[in-house]
């Protein structure tokens, strides 16, 4: 028995020990889309207050124009989206120990935060965050977080092997470090032709009371109340036919998110629907046309709530 437990033992430690080489030795893609979060959070340190700042997935980095937005309110804008599986717990963490007095947060998540999407994200894209942007530990508050950092360390380094040995023409012109502009917005697909029969769907949303999301949310409020901070969530980006699919849901959601959370909600679902002509590659990104379109009807909307 006790020399099965030292085979066993033996055995995690050259487990361990392969996948601790295969993540250093694996290459280090430095335009990876993930590092973008590199030069954002260095916005979040080196752009001073008061500032908008815009938290969510890529439904935030690829629909919204932070300059047009800088420029309406005269107030810097930094945009931190980058990807809906990194989770909701994720997003709130990385920005809260950055806002100061007089900031204020807009946060745009996706419906599936509130739905089917686990608050502390996926092992895959934490891996490949943390890999590429160590400061971005901060980020991580939670044991279940930390195995996804854990366990995603091996598939991002298999990633990246693959991307490696792709042909250049093989590449995303789109999904790189390179493809955020200097706000934090992508910006790389918007002279890029609309990819054709993209899957446009929304998965069925399932509305739990108490929702784990708003609690989160709430939580999140709460802990900047010693400080200056205006924090509204706004709705995403979507199109016309995924909200009809189901919105009745859509409704459902909403009126327990303005029932239950403890910060301002701007407009509906409703308010926030466009025609597909306006999106790019995929239900919550939007193209030149359908940014510029959405970050008017932000502008509008932001102005009834707080003065210019």
Do not use: W
């Amino acid at each position: 028995m006790l020399r099965l437990t030292y085979k066993i033992i033996a055995l995690g430690f050259t487990v361990a020990l392969v996948m601790t080489l295969i993540v250093l030795v694996s290459p280090h893609d430095t335009n990876n889309y993930m590092a973008a979060a590199i030069d954002k959070h260095r916005l979040l340190d080196s752009v001073k207050s008061p500032r908008i700042i815009l938290a969510g997935g890529s439904n935030t980095a690829f629909s919204v124009d932070s300059q047009q937005l800088a420029e309406y309110f005269e107030i810097p804008v930094i945009n931190m989206g980058l990807n809906v599986d990194l989770g909701l717990r994720y997003m709130l963490n990385e920005v809260q120990p950055a806002v100061r007095d007089g900031d204020i947060v807009l946060i745009f998540p996706e419906y599936s935060h509130f739905s089917d999407l686990p608050l502390d994200g996926k092992s895959r894209e934490l891996g490949t965050l943390i890999k590429l942007c160590p400061e971005c530990v901060s980020g991580i508050s939670t044991p279940t977080q930390a195995y996804n950092v854990v366990a995603g360390f091996f598939e991002a380094s298999e990633s990246d092997i693959l991307r490696a040995i792709r042909k250049p023409e093989e590449q995303s012109p789109v999904y790189v470090r390179q493809g955020f502009n200097a706000r934090g917005d992508m910006v790389a697909h918007l002279d890029q032709p609309t990819p054709s029969g993209f899957a446009g769907a929304i998965s069925q949303i399932k509305v739990s009371s108490p929702n784990p999301a708003i609690e989160l949310l709430n939580t999140f409020h709460q802990s900047l109340e010693a400080v200056n901070v205006q924090v509204f969530l706004i709705y995403p980006a979507i199109p016309i036919n995924i909200y009809k699919a189901q919105q009745k849901n859509f409704n459902t959601l909403d009126k327990l998110i303005k029932t239950d959370i403890e910060f301002p909600v701007i407009g509906t679902p409703q308010d926030f629907i466009y025609a597909s002509k306006y999106f790019y590659d995929t239900t919550y990104h939007l193209n030149r046309a359908g940014r510029e379109a959405h970050t008017d009807h932000v502008i509008d909307m932001l102005s009834t709530v707080f003065q210019k």
